[in-house]
C-alpha cells in the first residue's frame, strides 16, 4: 500500500507504508518558469488540494496549487502528464494588470463516472470537469461563492444493506422539464463554499439540485452517512449541523415547481 503526501513547500512525496520509503518525490509548481522577484514566491508555495485515483491500482493523482493549476501525474514514471489551468470568473478577469490573475484549486476530484474525468474547484467559486486525455475543460459551473472541499455523494447502490430512498421521482432543479433526466446519487457531488453553504450538484448535467443552508460563516469540513442520505457540516461559526439530502433536493425541486407555476 501506498499514500501520496502534500507539503508546504509544493512537493509531493509518494510513500511506501510499509517500508516507509518515498518511492517518488513531485514538485507541483515549475520553478524553472518563476519570474516573480517575490520572496515568498522563491520560498515555494503549498499544495492546496490532493486526490489519488483508486481504480487501476492508484497510478495516477492530481494536485491543486494556490496558482489556479491543477496537475495530473503519473506514478509510476514520476512525470507530470497534464497541467490544468483553471478559469476564472469574469469580476477577476476585469481587474486591473496589477492583481494577479490566479486562483486557488482547493478541491481536485477524480470523477467516480468516468476515469478520465478531474473536477476542480476554486476559491473564485468555478466548479470544472477535465477531459484529463485532452487536457480541455467540458464545462465550468460558477456556484457563488469560494469553494473550500467537495466530496462524492456516497452510492446507496453500492451498500445493499443500508436503507434505500427512491430519488427516480426527482428532477434536476433549474433544468427544464423537457431536458429532466433521472437523479442518480453517483453521479452528485457536495461542494462546500465559504458562504456557508453545501451544494449537490449533478455532474452529468451541471445542475444545481438543492442547497444544505444554515449556516453564518464558511465551511470547514463534510462528512456523511455510508449511504450518502445523511450530511453533517461543521463551520467557523462554531455550529455542526445535520442535513436529509433527499428532502433537500426534495424540497429544492417542489419550489422550482412552485415557481414556475
Same mark, same amino acid.
Given at each position: ?11 509531493? &512525496?509518494?510513500?511506501? +507504508? ?15 518558469? $518563476?519570474? #516573480?522577484?517575490? *520572496? ?5 508555495? @503549498? ?21 489556479? !493549476?491543477? &496537475? ?14 483553471? @478559469?476564472?470568473?469574469?469580476?477577476? =478577469? ?5 492583481? @494577479?490573475?490566479?486562483?486557488?484549486? =482547493? ?9 478520465? +474525468?478531474? /473536477?476542480?474547484?476554486? +476559491?473564485?467559486? !468555478? ?17 457563488? *461563492? ?13 451498500? *445493499?444493506?443500508? @436503507? ?6 426527482? #428532477? ?7 431536458? !429532466? ?29 438543492? =442547497? ?9 469540513? /463534510? #462528512? ?6 445523511? +450530511? ?16 433537500? !433536493? #426534495?424540497?429544492?425541486?417542489?419550489? /422550482?415547481? *412552485?415557481?414556475? $407555476?
Amino acid at each position: 500500500k501506498r499514500i501520496a503526501v502534500a507539503y508546504g513547500d509544493g512537493n509531493i &512525496k509518494l510513500f511506501d +507504508l510499509k517500508t516507509g520509503d518515498v518511492l517518488n518525490t513531485y514538485t507541483h509548481y515549475d520553478k524553472s518558469n $518563476e519570474t #516573480s522577484d517575490n *520572496e515568498e514566491t522563491k520560498l515555494g508555495l @503549498p499544495i492546496a488540494s490532493l486526490d489519488v485515483r483508486s481504480e487501476g491500482g492508484g497510478q495516477i493523482l492530481v494536485s491543486g496549487g494556490v496558482n489556479g !493549476i491543477a &496537475k495530473v501525474y503519473n506514478t509510476q514514471t514520476g512525470k507530470a502528464i497534464a497541467s490544468l489551468a483553471c @478559469p476564472l470568473v469574469g469580476s477577476r =478577469e476585469a481587474h486591473s494588470s496589477d492583481t @494577479p490573475k490566479t486562483t486557488t484549486v =482547493e478541491a481536485v476530484l477524480f470523477s467516480k463516472l468516468d476515469q478520465n +474525468l478531474i /473536477i476542480t474547484g476554486t +476559491l473564485d467559486g !468555478i466548479v470544472t470537469t477535465w477531459d484529463v486525455s485532452t487536457h480541455v475543460s467540458k464545462n465550468s459551473v460558477n456556484v457563488g *461563492e469560494g469553494v473550500v472541499k467537495m466530496d462524492w455523494r456516497n452510492n446507496t447502490k453500492n451498500n *445493499e444493506n443500508q @436503507p434505500k430512498s427512491d430519488t427516480s421521482n426527482f #428532477s434536476a432543479v433549474g433544468a427544464s422539464h423537457s431536458h !429532466i433526466n433521472k437523479i442518480n446519487s453517483q453521479s452528485q457531488i457536495f461542494i462546500a463554499t465559504l458562504d456557508g453553504v453545501i451544494k449537490i450538484m449533478d455532474t452529468r448535467t451541471g445542475v444545481i439540485l438543492g =442547497e444544505c443552508s444554515g449556516h453564518n460563516a464558511g465551511i470547514l469540513d /463534510i #462528512s456523511q452517512s455510508i449511504d450518502g442520505n445523511i +450530511l453533517i457540516s461543521s463551520s467557523d461559526d462554531g455550529d455542526c449541523r445535520v442535513y436529509d439530502v433527499e428532502k433537500v !433536493i #426534495s424540497e429544492s425541486e417542489r419550489n /422550482i415547481t *412552485e415557481s414556475n $407555476e
